[in-house]
């Protein structure tokens, strides 16, 4: 063999192996990459997670419909539970008569549409309460001291991740004040949820609450963070700091 043939077999040998280390090094990638995103929702490879699906509230609605724009967010959320390796179950909000921890959950809709997002929320952010709107079926999102109303410039949605006892899996709230909020809620949460683990690491628990801009307009597009409201969310009201005492009158003459 001459030393022209040999120095091209010795570089097609250095050539294949450079192509092979570096095909290993991003397949190393995406698999770290996948066991984090697998990590931060509680869905290793092979599980089975839990989708708790709410009813339709309209005027005439059956109750085990569901909204046409509840429909599309679940379907992106089964699609991300599938992207982890892992089998999604949907049950409707009145059937999922079960405990925490064994499986991850993804809970969608407000707690006038779905019964477990009302008990989740009780239980894991007694901080946040739901109340009526001034228009029929219309809700506002309270959080300690402030209030997130819908109207016809903007809508809200309650994006929570609780962490359960005992190092179980996770919950995940995603609770719109309407059909197109809850749907803008679940696209954020496909769209950033490893900024949201960066954030706030990938098994804490957050409460924030985002913004959907004029979704007549833009449907669930337009969406932006408008609160990071854990620290509220967790606090119970009777842990709220009572006013100070008003002082007492001055004392007139004797």
Same mark, same amino acid.
């Given at each position: 063999?001459?030393?022209?043939?040999?120095?091209?077999?010795? #570089?097609?040998? +250095?050539?294949?192996?450079?192509?092979?280390? #570096?095909? !290993?090094?991003?397949?190393?990638?995406?698999?770290?990459?996948?066991?984090?995103?697998? $990590?931060?929702?509680?869905?290793?490879?092979?599980?089975?997670? !839990?989708?708790?699906?709410?009813?339709?509230?309209?005027?005439?609605?059956?109750?085990?419909?569901?909204?046409?724009?509840? +429909?599309?967010?679940?379907?992106? !959320?089964?699609? !991300?539970?599938?992207?982890?390796?892992?089998? &999604? $179950?949907?049950?409707?909000?009145?059937?999922?008569?079960?405990?925490?921890?064994?499986?991850?959950?993804?809970?969608? #809709?407000? /707690?006038?549409?779905?019964?477990?997002?009302?008990?989740?929320?009780?239980?894991?952010?007694?901080?946040?309460?739901?109340?009526?709107?001034?228009? /029929?079926?219309?809700?506002?999102?309270?959080?300690?001291?402030?209030?997130?109303? +819908?109207?016809?410039?903007?809508?809200?949605?309650?994006?929570?991740?609780?962490?359960?006892?005992?190092?179980?899996?996770?919950?995940?709230?995603?609770?719109?004040?309407?059909?197109?909020?809850?749907?803008?809620?679940?696209r954020y949460l496909v769209a950033h949820h490893r900024e949201l683990a960066r954030r706030h690491g990938r098994n804490g628990t957050f409460a924030l609450v985002l913004r959907v801009v004029n979704p007549e307009a833009y449907g669930p597009d337009m969406v932006e963070l408008a609160a990071d409201v854990t620290t509220?969310?967790?606090?119970?009201?009777?842990?709220?700091?009572? /006013? /100070? &005492?008003?002082?007492?009158? +001055?004392? #007139? &003459?004797?």
């Open positions: 063999m001459t030393d022209n043939v040999l120095n091209v077999v010795l #570089g097609l040998v +250095a050539s294949a192996i450079s192509a092979g280390l #570096g095909w !290993l090094a991003q397949a190393l990638r995406r698999r770290r990459k996948v066991e984090r995103v697998r $990590e931060f929702f509680g869905l290793p490879a092979g599980s089975e997670c !839990l989708i708790v699906v709410p009813r339709s509230i309209g005027a005439g609605s059956h109750a085990n419909t569901v909204t046409r724009r509840d +429909a599309y967010a679940l379907m992106w !959320l089964a699609g !991300l539970v599938e992207e982890c390796g892992a089998r &999604p $179950e949907l049950v409707a909000h009145d059937a999922a008569h079960r405990g925490l921890g064994a499986k991850t959950e993804l809970c969608l #809709g407000g /707690p006038v549409s779905n019964e477990r997002m009302a008990a989740h929320i009780a239980w894991g952010l007694p901080g946040v309460l739901v109340t009526s709107g001034p228009g /029929p079926g219309s809700n506002v999102l309270v959080v300690g001291d402030r209030d997130f109303t +819908a109207d016809r410039e903007q809508a809200h949605t309650l994006l929570a991740r609780i962490a359960t006892p005992d190092g179980g899996r996770p919950v995940f709230l995603i609770a719109g004040q309407t059909g197109t909020a809850n749907q803008a809620g679940v509220e969310a967790l606090r119970h009201p009777s842990a709220t700091p009572a /006013p /100070p &005492p008003a002082p007492a009158p +001055a004392a #007139g &003459p004797v």
